[in-house]
């Protein structure tokens, strides 16, 4: 009796986690087959096949320019993040100063604070510095959540370098800097990418924030994909979602053969 | 011997950091975050809270220079306003409720997980986690209206007899935010379970617990601090929802993140959307800190008692 209850509670178990997991999956797996849908309606399954919505999207000048803008946004950010967030890792890591302690907080905080309070926040700020709509103050703006990341990955990833190397290579003689070029580069590169990944990928999908900071030419392909959503559910948003899930997914291919996807997932959190 | 030029430019960089300390150096690396963080992040947050205390303008977004609590006064009297407030908390008091229980439990399974089937589970919780809202929240649309994928499914093996009303309406928008927030739930707890000796857990039930009571009593206990952080985010979020509000609610139940975007956007009055933003931020930093302090007296609690 109790050996049947118990392979009762082991099946409920697996059932209870495989349809999470199906759940957790099986949308986004939606969206790429309506973007193949032959209609202009957004049904699952859809009635038939084409392509068509594809060449739409290639054909539309807006959709391109979204295309170009979320490119610059996630450039810039990946490049603004991955500099202040490796810096600050490696200065908390390499010589544990006081501001270790303040600098921790400050930097999660943006993280907690819900995107339409920090869209409106920076929408503030930056039109009185007269950056409304311009790619800096979304840049400036993805930066805020895609930095806390790379300080995270780059922290874990310093915290296990092994700094009797770097001690080493003083004693030979040669300044920090070079050090860190020639000792302390080569084995965190992986994380280095992997954060850059994480930054680019942050920017790329952000998108209310961009709503609130961006306008018609600045725009990127989140915003655009929700203005049009609001007027109505047509394919060519599947067509776009489809791109930005590609994205993620090889994003997150690379990073989990750079490190792994256990490492990827724990910062992350 | 040659000289590598990369290097003598290494040592040039290297030429104004000489001679400083080490905890010099260490804020001089930290130095771009922490102005970073000063300029686009406390200064814009205190210009916020400046303008919430402005006067109402009919023609600009705001009257500059002006100073008055008006805006605070028609936050906290206006019964719409009180509706949209407490609308939000619901929203987030049943989102976070649901999505961490979930997060607990499959955490917990991706735990006792291994090889490809501990990297499947992962990677289902990762990839929703870098997909854009946009899609999170009108994939739902599709799936959950009156002649979507689900009423089909519940029609076709009699579940219901007429298709169920499940977007727009509260249901759908619990459903799609619970989506958007369950990733970071769920990691939150994995990475600290990760921390947790499976041994323990045998050790319980060689002791005679049922796996229940070995979860319970055992497991739980020690991962109160990740509860804790699935907690606040689920619910920090979820009280500021906007895009599944948005596009699954109906048009009677409006969270304030829907009317901060209209007042900010499309009314132009920015002390009213600065004033409810700061309202809201106060209100949710304050039931942060008692969930903090509620989730840390269970932990404290059962960490006694065993």
């Known amino acids: ?269 | 011997m040659s000289v590598d030029p990369r290097t003598t430019v290494l040592d040039r960089l290297w030429s104004p950091f000489e001679g400083q300390s080490g905890s010099r150096r260490s804020l001089l690396l930290m130095s771009p975050l922490i102005l970073f963080e000063l300029l686009v992040f406390v200064v814009p947050f205190l210009l916020l809270v400046r303008i919430s205390f402005s006067e109402q303008s009919q023609g600009l977004p705001y009257a500059e220079g002006t100073f008055t609590i008006a805006s605070y006064v028609q936050v906290l009297q206006s019964e719409l306003l009180q509706g949209i407030i407490a609308y939000s908390f619901k929203l987030g008091i049943i989102a976070t409720l649901l999505t961490v229980v979930l997060a607990v439990f499959y955490a917990y399974a991706t735990w006792r997980a291994s090889g490809v089937q501990k990297s499947a589970l992962l990677f289902s919780v990762v990839l929703p986690l870098l997909t854009t809202l946009v899609i999170k929240t009108y994939v739902w649309v599709p799936l959950l209206a009156p002649n979507g994928t689900a009423n089909s499914l519940l029609l076709a093996v009699s579940l219901v007899q007429a298709p169920l009303q499940m977007v727009p309406n509260t249901f759908g928008v619990v459903i799609g935010q619970v989506y958007i927030v369950f990733p970071y739930a769920m990691l939150a707890i994995y990475s600290v379970l990760t921390t947790v000796e499976w041994e323990l857990v045998e050790a319980a039930r060689d002791l005679g617990a049922s796996r229940t009571r070995s979860f319970f009593a055992v497991v739980l206990p020690e991962i109160m601090p990740g509860i804790t952080v699935a907690t606040v985010i689920s619910f920090a979020w979820s009280v500021g929802a906007y895009s599944a509000p948005a596009l699954l609610g109906a048009g009677s139940d409006r969270p304030f993140a829907l009317e901060v975007q209209e007042q900010m956007l499309v009314n132009f009055n920015w002390p009213i959307a600065t004033a409810l933003s700061t309202v809201m931020l106060v209100l949710m930093f304050v039931s942060i800190l008692v969930i903090y302090a509620v989730l840390g007296r269970f932990g404290g609690d059962v960490a006694n008692a065993t």
């Not at chain 1, 399954?45 to 610059?72: G, H, I, K, T």
């Not at chain 1, 310093?158 to 050090?179: H, K, S, T």
């Open chain 1, 1 to 269: 009796m109790p050996r049947n209850v118990e392979r009762l509670g082991t099946a409920a178990f697996r059932i209870g986690y495989i349809a999470i997991f199906v759940v957790m999956l099986l949308p986004l797996g939606i969206v790429v087959a309506t973007s193949f849908s032959a209609s202009g309606n957004l049904q699952f399954p859809p009635q038939a096949l084409s392509v068509q919505w594809y060449s739409a999207f290639f054909a539309d000048v807006v959709w391109l320019r979204a295309f170009d803008n979320s490119l610059v946004a996630g450039i810039g950010t990946t490049v603004v993040a991955t500099f202040m967030g490796i810096t600050a890792a490696f200065g908390l890591e390499a010589h544990r100063g006081r501001f270790g302690s303040i600098l921790t907080p400050i930097v999660i905080l943006p993280l907690l604070i819900p995107p339409v309070i920090l869209g409106v926040t920076l929408l503030v700020y930056f039109s009185r510095l007269g950056l409304r709509s311009s790619y800096l103050s979304i840049i400036l703006a993805h930066s805020l959540w895609a930095t806390p990341l790379v300080f995270f990955v780059m922290q874990s990833v310093f915290q296990r370098f092994d700094w009797q190397l770097r001690d080493a290579g003083m004693d030979l003689g040669a300044n920090p800097i070079r050090v860190f070029v020639h000792v302390i580069l080569p084995n965190v590169k992986s994380g280095i990418l992997v954060s850059a990944l994480l930054a680019f990928i942050i920017s790329l999908q952000e998108f209310v924030m961009a709503l609130f900071l961006s306008n018609y030419q600045t725009q990127t392909i989140p915003v655009l994909a929700w203005n049009s959503l609001r007027q109505s559910l047509t394919p060519i948003v599947s067509v776009v979602s489809t791109f930005l899930i590609l994205v993620s997914v090889v994003g997150l291919l690379v990073a989990a053969l750079a490190t792994n996807i256990e490492f990827v997932a724990k910062r992350l959190s």
